[in-house]
């Protein structure tokens, strides 16, 4: 299930299909759970309207595919105002934060995606634009060199980040607004499924909806891709409809277990527990033993097998628990004696 890292470039929705543009979420009603968010973001949302100003600068921290991105659309379309999107990594110099800011629309909702992924020195631009709407540029060189000012329209500066922890300080400090976004319990999983099914026009029994949102690893994205690959067994294999049956059957072709871990994820956990003798390990040890990034190790599965509980964070590294051994039916190590 790895995800491939994805880098929205102005106007451009990369590697985004069709589907998953049709079941995102438009407007905060339709946006299942997260309930304390949705609560205070509506405040916000009412209070900012009420007054006739932007809505403070909002931080949405959180692993892949819980719904950061749809948040940010539907921050936009609650305030009726235009939506820009960039992402960390297309922001190169000044220029390109001068040319998108300068061009925005008063009230607009300019939306960074992977903030943690900018360039330090570019970061700096972006304090003044957030707290007073200027943007001090340097134009010319050397002895000639002058800053000019530039004002900036209203806007409402949208970051979104899977590594809440690399955003500098000051950086983080200047959003008024700053959510985590947890992973989705099954009740509400099992609710997007609905949805989703309902969109896409698919045939879903209750208690595959819960079979579905069960393996889901508490992210709507996945509970989505796992809905189609269902679906498609269902068609292929089965009686048309999503049945528990169909899911039990559709994902265990696809090797993702009662837990919802997939191949990969029961791969970190017994390099761990068979090649580290349960760890600790580095991390980057432990991602060339698995053959994946470290990166998407630990932004994608560690999430998730921490929140099972079924590895720990040590200080010298990652370690398995009692729980993963018996995960994958292995005999956990006694605690080592003292001496
Ligand atoms: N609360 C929700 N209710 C219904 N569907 C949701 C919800 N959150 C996410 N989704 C679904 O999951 C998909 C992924 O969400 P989204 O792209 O917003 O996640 P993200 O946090 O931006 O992920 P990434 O970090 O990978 O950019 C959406 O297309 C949408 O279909
Ligand atoms: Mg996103």
């Known amino acids: 299930m790895s995800e491939e890292p994805r880098i929205h470039t102005p106007g451009a929705l990369a590697g985004e299909d069709e589907l998953d543009l049709s079941l995102r979420p438009r407007r905060l009603a339709e ?7 949705r609560e205070q973001l509506s405040v916000s949302l009412e209070a900012a309207t009420a007054r006739g100003e932007p809505l403070d600068h909002v931080l949405l921290a959180g692993p892949p595919g819980l719904g950061k991105t749809s948040l940010a659309q539907i921050v936009a379309a609650e305030l009726e105002a235009p939506f820009v999107q960039t992402a960390g990594p297309a922001l190169e110099r000044k220029g390109d934060i001068a040319a998108l800011l300068t061009a925005l629309e008063p009230g607009a909702v300019f ?8 360039n330090r020195a570019l970061e700096e631009t972006f304090y003044p634009a957030m707290e007073d709407r200027r943007l001090p540029i340097t134009i010319g060189q050397g002895a000639g060199a002058r800053v000019v000012t530039l004002e900036l329209p209203p806007f409402t500066l949208i970051g979104a980040t899977t590594r809440a922890g690399l955003l500098s300080t000051p950086l983080r400090d200047r959003f008024g607004i700053q959510h985590r976004l947890e992973p989705y319990a099954p009740d509400d999983l099992a609710t997007i499924v609905r949805r989703s099914a309902e969109i896409l026009d698919v045939r879903l029994e209750e208690d595959g909806a819960h079979a579905i949102a069960e393996r889901s690893r508490g992210t ?5 891709r796992l809905l189609r690959r269902v679906r498609d067994w269902a068609e292929v294999r089965g009686s048309g409809v999503v049945t528990a049956q169909a899911a039990d059957s559709a994902l265990a072709l696809l090797e993702v277990d009662e837990l919802g871990l997939d191949r990969l994820d029961r791969d970190i956990l017994s390099a761990l527990c068979r090649r580290f003798s349960g760890g600790p390990v580095g991390l980057t040890t432990l991602a060339v033993a698995v053959g994946e990034e470290a990166d998407t190790i630990e932004d994608v599965y560690e999430p998730y097998l921490l929140q099972q509980g079924l590895l720990r964070r040590t200080p010298r590294g990652r370690a398995a ?13 006694e605690p080592a004696g003292l001496w």
């Open 111 to 118: 939306f960074v995606d992977e903030i943690h992924r900018l």
């Open 321 to 333: 628990t009692a729980l993963a051994y018996e995960h994958l039916g292995l005999q956990a190590p």
């Open 31 to 37: 946006f299942v759970g997260q309930d304390s968010l």
């Open 220 to 224: 709507p994205r996945v509970a989505n």
